[in-house]
């Protein structure tokens, strides 16, 4: 549940504002909505590890190769915890002139942190909230949720169906999938389960208001609150009530909250675009649908090659270097905050031949789309069986699947830093 992050990395902050800190030109897509944004591609050849000036006047290092990405996200000199160490791109334009010559005031000295948020969080914090949840994340507990997917995913298609033969595949199926998979996950009541939707779907949708937004973050912090309360209560089989009554030491309700809330963000929004552009770009590929559809074992497969050849976490993964580093040749300064661009790092020449394809039948090779190193995707496999499940029924269960709008009328995601497309009208026979 992190990169496709369905990644640990996903910004706990307000995307759009953080949106605002990058170039357009490096987060926007251009001509191709499935290729990295015309920013990144005019920067290939100049070096895995470049200079990047932020928008509030700021530098910052952007990486771009494989191989450099995985160092900065498995190497302790690269800091995840956003409380200790100051970012470049959460610097208003007047602190950059004292920052960058080291005079501006680091981060608070916290001696030890009380939030939930350990995705922003280095070991040995990091490692107790992270060992916890891998405890949660049991191959019961998944093979269970495989069966409840299918379902979830077989409802949905049919209920398409039984309303015509056209439909959006956004609200239809792409959000309602796995938010429904992380009620499950978390222990949300059936009755409880449109309140949750609702207040998600609301902090999804970018043409709701900043206020409508920020109310909607109160009512869903305010909703985990009282879902916590009764786990305590009242625990049963479900994720939640396990951190709740097994942790030791035992967490917080604070710190339960954080850490639901993490996993919402992580395991709905990334999972959600992931499935609605993947429909998108197969349509887009008829020859890499057909093969699927000839072959349905190919799906796994496809399913990696998707995560690659999409990866729609942007510029949002980002760490601070604790002590100077040489890094792809480049001399990075201790204090710097490292960009990945995870676009470009998942077309790497130097990993993938012929990088820019896609092609379900690529022979399966490690990919970025969940992170790498001790934040890499605990969820992972539950974000694979969504992508694999829901794909799979889509083309089985829909027959002629095809757009109702010419491509270039699809209305991307391209103001949030967790890429995707906000409607996808389509029909089938």
Known sequence: ?????????????????????????M??????????????????????????????????????GFEEARTVLSDPRFSADRVRHREATSLQPHEVAEF??????????????????????????????????????????????????????????EAMKAA???ADLVPAFALPLPSLVICELLGVDYADRAEF?????????????????????????AFIQRLVADKRANPADDLLSGLVHDADPPLTDA???????????????????????????????????AALCSDPDLIDNAVEELL??????????????????TLGGADIPAGATVVIATPEVNRDPQQWPDADRLDVKRPRTPHLAFGHGVHQCLGQQLARIEMQVGLRELITRLPNLRLTVPAEQVPLRDEMLIFGVHALPVAWS
Not at 39 to 60: D, K, M, Y
Not at 134 to 154: K, N
Not at 308 to 325: A, K
Request: charged content about 25%; hydrophobic content about 40%; glycine content about 8%.
């Open 255 to 289: 710190q339960l909250v954080d850490v639901a809330l993490v996993l919402l963000g992580a395991g709905h929004e990334t999972t959600a675009n992931m499935l609605g552009l993947s429909a998108f770009a197969l349509l887009q590929h008829p020859d890499q649908l």
């Open 308 to 325: 690659r050849y999409l990866s729609i976490i942007q510029l949002g993964v980002s760490r601070v270097t604790t002590e100077p580093v």
């Open 100 to 157: 960058e010559a080291g005079t501006l005031p680091p981060g608070p000295a916290v001696e030890s942190r009380e939030d939930g948020f350990f995705v922003f969080m280095d070991p040995p914090e990091h490692t107790r909230i992270r060992r916890l949840l891998t405890g949660q994340f049991t191959v019961r507990r998944m093979r269970a949720l495989e069966d409840r997917v299918t379902e979830i995913a077989a409802e949905h298609i």
């Open 27 to 64: 987060v926007e897509r251009g001509r191709c909505p499935f290729d990295p944004p015309p920013g990144l591609r005019e920067r290939r050849g100049q070096g895995a590890v470049q200079p990047l000036r932020l928008l509030n006047g700021a530098r910052a290092w952007l990486v771009t």
């Open 1 to 25: 549940m992190d990169n496709a992050g369905l990644t640990e990395d996903s910004p706990k902050a307000n995307p759009t504002a953080m949106r605002r800190i990058i170039p357009a030109d």
């Open 197 to 221: 939707q609702e207040r998600t779907a609301i902090g999804l949708n970018a043409n709701a208001t900043a206020e409508e937004r920020a109310v909607a973050s109160a009512e869903l912090y």
């Open 164 to 166: 015509g033969t056209e």
